[in-house]
Structure formats: C-alpha cells, structure tokens
C-alpha cells in the first residue's frame, strides 16, 4: 500500500529527530510490503525565515493532499520576540485548525527498564500507563475577543475560553473510545468550581457518559489532578481536558517517564473507534525543539519514532506495524542503548542517529 506523508521538520533539533524517524517508517515500509512518500515543507521558524509567515498557502494545501504529517518541532530564541507579528508557534496552531485537528493524544507510559531514570520514586511512577486527551480547537487558545490595548488608565490584555457543547462533545467521545478498549476509567478534567466554560464542559462530559455505560466517569479539578498525577499517576487510565489544561498537564505528565524524549503524541481530526481509524493527522513529539541542542547529534529521536508508529495505529489502521515499531523500541532499550537524557550508569549512551539506526535494524531484523 502507498501512504503520502507530509514531512515538516522544522526548527532545532526538528530535523534530526524526524530524520530517523522517516528511517523508521522506510524500514516499516520495506518489511512489511508498504510505499511511504514524503513530501517535505518547511514549518515554524525556518519558514519564517524562507518565506516570512510560519506556514505558507503552498504548505498548508500539501499537507491537506497527503494521509498523515510528521511533524518535527517549532520555534526558538532567533524568533522569540514578544512584539513579534509572526511568531514560529503560529504556523503549529494554523496547522491544527485548519487541519480541523481537534483531538490531542499524549499517551504516557513508564517502561519498566526506565523506571529508575526519572525523579520520582520507582514505586510512583511503576506501572504508569495513561493517556491524555487534549482539546486541541478551541479554549483560550483560540477564542474570541483575544487582543492587546492601551488606554490611560494603563495597558490592558484579554483571552477567551470559549467552548461549545459540539466542541465538548466530540473529544470527549475520543476519550471514551480509547477508555472502552483501556482499563474502562475516564476522568474528566476542568475547573467546574470556577469557570463557566467548566461547567458546561462537566454537563456535557456526564451527557456522553450515558453512551458508554461500560465506562467509569469521575470528575477532577485541575489543580487537584496536577498534584495526583505526582503522588499517585498510576490512578489515571484516560484524562480528558480542554486545551490550556491539557498543554500544562502533558508537560508536568512527561515528567514520570523520564524524559520528554521518550513520548510522542498524535492530533487526529477523527474519533477512533475500537483503538483504531483512519483519521487524518499530525504525529509530533511533545518536546520543543531544543535549539541548544541542535547539531550535535544527541536529541532522543524515540519520541518521534513512536509517534510513527501512533501514525500507523491511528491514520493508516497498520496495527501490527505500529506494535512493530513500539517492540523495536524496547528491545533496543532493554539491550541497555540510553540517549543522553535517559542515561544511567551502566548503560551504552548513543546518538541520535545511532539510536534512529539500532530502532530501524530491530524492525528488519
């Protein structure tokens, strides 16, 4: 089978990390009988850079002609000026919306090899298996009125978390999909003591629930649930929270595996059903793009990669390819291989390219 995949590999350590994950999907490709194609764009700072937006009309239209898009990361000092008109950030949420990518999925999980390379207890982070859902359209991030004024009385700035019960309701069958084929538990994540846009969104969180009886809902604060997710993560299965709630909790959440190295995500346009669709999408690591970094061949590209294989589970409904690209992973880190953020003593520290090539020749082999 042929898939089309857009490639922007962005700013940073962009590049090298989506380098070897395009690796990995070739070396998916030649096992299992599939033609990846990339089309490359640029994205982010390097776009500016190019063309002076973030992301042009020619790259948004190549994007919307392919199956997937692999996404390597945005932004940077060189382009980190508050009163900037056009900052790196805005080609990523262009993509988002006009990609209609409404449903962030980050998935956290503590591999048992690592559970000693994070900096909490063994005993807390042991058996974490979680996945956020994050909605990715709307909230602060999005709404209107948003804009800057000065007046005498001083300068004065406003966001608005706008939501509607569609919005609520469509992530939130994301999130119940995923729980039905997980440990069947889904909490539900807002700030319903303060905020408006809370309440509806518990409303409606209760509403879909009736669908899915087979599926245990629980509400939790937002403040309440950063402080959980440190002293006791392994009691979440699905977390499903609206978009500024979710970018705060993902981060701190990346925290238990050790690294934002080691974890991917996928912004599908679709609700997967049984664990599994055909959704358009765009597959990034949660990191940044790290520019320090840059070059020097030692980013963990293993975020990027498992987020290919969230490519093939979610956009091309290849399961066993997915689970080929996850296993590849773990043998390599179970054979002792350690990137510079997940190093331990004892380990073999590799590259990113080293890395990338161990991954690709655990698949063929």
């Known amino acids: 089978m042929q898939f089309e995949i857009a490639a922007l590999l962005g700013d940073g350590v962009g590049p090298e990390v989506a380098t070897e994950a ?3 999907l070739e070396a ?45 990361a945005v932004g940077g000092p060189k382009w980190d000026d508050p009163q900037a008109k056009v900052r790196p950030e805005d080609g990523l949420l262009a993509l988002r919306k006009e990609l209609g990518l409404f449903a962030n ?27 956020v859902v994050r909605e990715l359209t ?23 978390m706008l939501y509607s019960d569609r919005e609520i309701e469509r992530i939130m069958r994301v999130g119940f999909e995923m729980a039905r084929t997980r440990r069947k538990k889904l909490t539900s994540v807002d700030k319903a003591n ?13 509403e879909v629930s009736a669908d899915y009886p087979n599926v245990e809902l629980d509400h939790m604060l937002v403040d309440a649930c950063t402080m959980r997710l440190i002293q006791k993560p392994a009691y979440f299965d699905v977390v499903v929270t609206e978009n500024t709630f979710g970018d705060i909790i993902t981060d701190e959440a990346s925290m238990l595996a050790g690294s934002m190295g080691m974890l991917p995500s996928a ?16 597959y990034e690591p949660i990191h940044g793009s790290a520019p320090s970094r840059a070059g020097q061949n030692i980013a963990n590209p293993i975020a990027t990669i498992l987020s290919t294989a969230m490519m093939l589970r979610y956009s091309f409904n290849l399961a066993m390819e997915a689970d ?19 190093m331990e003593p004892g380990k073999n520290r590799v590259g990113t390219k080293e890395m990338g090539s161990l991954i690709t020749q655990k698949i063929l082999s």
């Open 105 to 131: 999925l980050r998935p956290v999980k503590v591999l048992p090899m690592l559970v000693d390379s994070t900096n909490l207890k063994p005993d807390v982070v042991r058996g974490v298996d979680l996945v």
């Open 194 to 206: 303060v905020l408006e846009s809370s309440r509806l969104w518990r409303q409606v969180a209760i």
């Open 28 to 72: 998916v490709g030649e096992r299992f009988g599939h033609d990846f194609k990339f089309h490359y764009g640029l994205v982010g700072g390097a776009a500016i850079d190019a063309t002076g937006v973030a992301l042009a009309d020619e790259t948004l239209q190549m994007c919307k002609g392919c199956d997937a898009v692999l996404l390597g």
């Open 267 to 282: 912004s599908l346009a679709g609700i997967p059903k049984g664990g599994v669709s055909k959704a358009y999408g765009l």
């Open 22 to 24: 395009i690796k990995v």
């Open 324 to 342: 080929a690209v996850e296993k590849a992973v773990i043998a390599v880190l179970e054979e002792g291989y350690r990137t510079y953020d997940i």
């Open 138 to 160: 709307g909230g602060l991030y999005f709404g209107q009125p948003k804009k800057r004024w000065q007046t005498a009385e001083g300068r004065f700035a406003v966001d608005s």
